[in-house]
């Protein structure tokens, strides 16, 4: 749908012999896409597997596999919650490495840069 109204405001932008308001618009508005790890998506995958079977088991009415399929299930899904754990704690590590790894790296260049600067001017004073 973003994709029609960003053709049609162009379109006119167009027709209005303003090539300017073109080159200013944003072309892609859609979020980008995440990678999904493939060890999440491994787990995902299994649990859906395990509820079917588990769903499988119910409706054929063999009470001793759904009790098996059932406890297959409770294990994928805490596998699946130990995955999406570690993925949002790898997310948090980028997202402090971002916010305060990063300026605090160019700040200490700096005052490493600063230091070095007032141990030459001591030398040339001397």
């Known amino acids: 749908m973003t994709n029609n ?8 932008d167009w027709l209005t012999q303003d090539s300017d308001l073109i080159a200013v618009r944003a072309k ?14 491994a787990a995902e995958d299994a649990a859906r597997t395990a509820q079917d079977s588990v769903v499988a ?13 059932s406890k297959e299930r409770d294990d994928a ?12 704690k790898r997310k948090r590590m980028y997202r402090w490495g971002n916010m305060v790894g990063i300026p605090l790296a160019f700040a200490l260049f700096g005052v490493a840069r600063w ?5 030459r001017r001591r030398h040339l004073a001397a």
């Not at 088991?57 to 399929?69: F, H, I, M, R, S």
């Not at 699946?80 to 570690?86: G, N, P, Q, S």
């Not at 230091?115 to 141990?119: E, K, V, Y």
């Open 5 to 12: 109204v960003a053709l049609a405001l162009n379109a006119v």
């Open 28 to 41: 892609n508005v859609e979020d980008p896409a995440i990678d999904v790890p493939s060890d999440v998506q």
């Open 57 to 69: 088991a119910a409706q054929v009415g063999d009470a001793a596999n759904a009790e098996k399929a």
């Open 77 to 88: 899904l805490e596998k699946r919650k130990a995955a999406l754990e570690a993925w949002e």
């Open 115 to 119: 230091q070095l600067r007032q141990r």
